[in-house]
């Protein structure tokens, strides 16, 4: 680790027992070649992470994702695996649970229920239909693995002699925080959900008595995080139209006599790894499949995963418009999309996956003929490919419905060498930050989206140079460690008052 606040947070750490809490942990161990590998996980939340977990031992407790981490699970008491095996740096400590409890936690509740519903996506005449399997799919799935998750976290917390600090994060473990709580009442519990809080009368959407049992598990945190403002504003509503005193000045509140502290702390980017990065011989070797996808075109560009969240297909359904409109740019312009499927497993997102190729399909045939393909799409997960791509685009579009932040338009602007112009929704977390120096969009406004595409081929070159250049700046100001940083300085804080309690 070697960022400025590294000292005073492992100052901060060295007496303490740091407990991470994800679904999702930082690797995971695959069969290749039948072996039995293990595969460090990517993201700004392990790589931030994994290096304080290393200097303390710390414990990252997760779901056993694939059969081989429960199969090394079982190798070891408790399903605590050390890694690396041979004099540990640190571990990880894993849950396990079988095909249709996981599959009851996370493919019907985790998502899409509490997905879709924090990123405003239910057509709501129609879905979601909250039946039988949905009430039992909470109880036996979902609230079942959040109290697995807990006794999990009480177990590594009597470990040792240090004092347990946990940090639990998002939306799959809503109600862990209450389990933990009921059992041991001295534990400081910081939880951090990294997707959007609703307005209260979408999160009116769940039945009540999952309302009650998700606001009672986050307000059973000491600290309670978001990205930005407006998502922290939403859950202190949520709360005053559930009936519990907040106090919006502060922003805290008051749960069975126990303060939660809500706060936001918007997640950047790690400049000096993702420009090491591109300068890399990976990335450079890719960067010649995407110059020749480019040749001497201008380049849209977007990479998201096929999440419904992301609106893709209203993406390329503003670029058939473009190409409608614009006939004479047929041939002079290239759309690359890169990313990987998301989450197959659950009907909803096989289903849109489908949708965005056929949409791809349907575009490159009205519009391409033997020497122009409109659309290049790269279905699959290649970050050094999507680095690549940063580097020469001309324009990203980048037009969730809603997303927690959405780092990707800092992470391109980095790199990017082409002064390229970043189209942005702004609902996504990323556009409070952005917008002076981006093209703002409504993720919804197919037609304006189309009239972007154009503004951005023929935008002002020397404004063009500017927002580049302001997008550089913004990201270079305030890395992925400010983020963890500030985190630790209100837990060290807050905790003085917990403790003198």
């Keep these: 680790m070697s960022y400025p606040q590294q000292e005073k947070i492992i100052d901060f750490l060295q007496d303490k027992n740091l407990i991470v809490v994800s679904n999702r942990g930082p690797a995971e161990f695959k069969k290749e070649n039948d072996e039995i590998v293990m595969k460090r996980g990517a993201g700004g939340l392990v790589s931030t992470l994994m290096p304080l977990l290393e200097s303390l031992q710390g414990v990252w407790i997760a779901s056993a994702m694939t059969l081989e981490d429960a199969e090394v699970a079982r190798q070891y008491p408790h399903h605590r695996v050390p890694i690396p095996q041979e004099d540990p740096d640190f571990w990880i400590s894993f849950v396990l649970a079988d095909k249709e409890e996981y599959k009851d936690y996370y493919s019907v509740i985790s998502n899409p229920l509490l997905w879709f519903i924090q990123h405003y996506m239910w057509n709501t005449p129609y879905t979601p239909d909250i039946d039988d399997k949905t009430h039992q799919a909470w109880e036996k799935g979902y609230v079942y693995l959040n109290q697995k998750f807990a006794d999990k976290v009480l177990e590594e917390a009597k470990r040792n002699k240090n004092e347990p600090l946990i940090m639990l994060q998002d939306y799959h473990l809503y109600t862990c925080p209450s389990y933990i709580r009921e059992k041991q ?15 209260p009368e979408y999160f009116n959407i769940l039945p009540d008595y999952m309302k009650k049992a998700i606001l009672d598990g ?70 010649e499949l995407i110059k020749k996808i480019k040749g001497d075109k201008y380049l849209f560009y977007r990479t998201d995963r096929t999440d419904l969240s992301k609106n893709i297909i209203r993406g390329f359904k503003a670029y058939d418009l473009f190409l409608e409109k614009h006939p004479e740019l047929k041939g002079e312009v290239q759309f690359l999309v890169t990313g990987k499927p998301s989450r197959q497993q659950i009907k909803n997102y096989t289903d849109y ?73 702004k609902t996504a977390g990323s556009y409070e930050e952005l917008k002076d120096h981006v093209m703002a969009i409504n993720p919804f406004d197919i037609s304006q989206t189309a009239d972007a595409y154009y503004a951005a081929l023929n935008q002002d070159p020397q404004r063009k140079i500017n927002q580049w250049k ?25 905790k003085k008052e917990f403790d003198s309690q």
């Design 218 to 287: 986050l307000l059973s945190n000491n600290i309670l995080g978001f990205h930005i403002k407006r998502y922290a504003d939403n859950f202190l509503l949520t709360c005053n139209d559930c009936s519990f005193e907040v106090d919006f000045k502060e922003s805290i509140v008051y749960h069975k006599e126990h303060p939660t502290y809500v706060r936001n702390y918007p997640i950047s980017v790690d400049y000096e790894g993702i420009k090491n990065l591109a300068d890399s011989a990976d990335v450079k070797e890719k960067e």
């Design 470 to 494: 302001a997008l550089q700046e913004i990201a270079a100001k305030r890395s992925i460690y400010d983020w963890i940083s500030e985190q630790f300085e209100d837990i060290k804080e807050l």
């Design 353 to 425: 996956f489908d949708s965005i190729k056929e949409i791809i399909d349907h575009i490159n045939s009205k519009h391409g003929d033997d020497d122009w393909k409109p659309i290049e799409s790269i279905f699959k997960a290649d970050y050094p490919l999507v680095v690549a791509a940063f580097k020469n685009y001309d324009c990203m579009i980048v037009n969730p419905i809603a997303d927690g932040m959405n780092i990707v338009p800092k992470e391109a602007s980095v790199v990017n060498q082409n002064q390229g112009t970043v189209i942005l929704s």
């Design 185 to 199: 009442k001295d534990l400081f519990l910081s939880q951090f959900i990294h997707i959007p809080w609703p307005q």
